[in-house]
Nanobody, 123 residues
Framework: AQLEESGGGLAQPGGSLRLSCAAS????????MGWFRQAPGKEREFVAA????????FYGDSVKGRFTVSRDNEKNMMYLQMDNLKPEDTAVYYC?????????????????WGQGTQVTVSS
């Protein structure tokens, strides 16, 4: 199983970016997926998660109302639309696959991770 993120880059405060996560090597439509991020010197932070059919989505408090997670099971892709970006959103963003959804989404059993894509928000 492999995950590959893309779409990171430099954005101005208030701007937008769309991250993509391409999945391969497993039946994508069977698994919930998530996004995490990690800024330098900080712990990894839960950003968003989406159930296997995309019927339910979950967000970390710091991105709620600004970020939107979605997926296309026919294309084996997951997306993170990031709007109204803030400098504190600067981090490496990782997509991840869940193999079990017991408890709240940040504690799901995420077993496969991508290499990450850098997002920098600065004027």
């Amino acid at each position: 199983a492999q995950l590959e993120e893309s779409g990171g880059g430099l954005a101005q405060p208030g701007g937008s970016l769309r991250l993509s996560c391409a999945a391969s090597g497993f039946f994508f439509g069977n698994y919930a997926m998530g996004w995490f991020r990690q800024a330098p010197g900080k712990e990894r932070e839960f950003v968003a998660a989406i159930t296997y059919l995309g019927s339910s989505t979950f967000y970390g408090d710091s991105v709620k109302g600004r970020f939107t997670v979605s997926r296309d099971n026919e294309k084996n892709m997951m997306y993170l639309q990031m709007d109204n970006l803030k400098p504190e959103d600067t981090a490496v963003y990782y997509c991840t696959k869940s193999q079990g959804e017991a408890g709240p989404p940040p504690t799901w059993d995420f077993d496969v991770w991508g290499q990450g894509t850098q997002v920098t928000v600065s004027s």
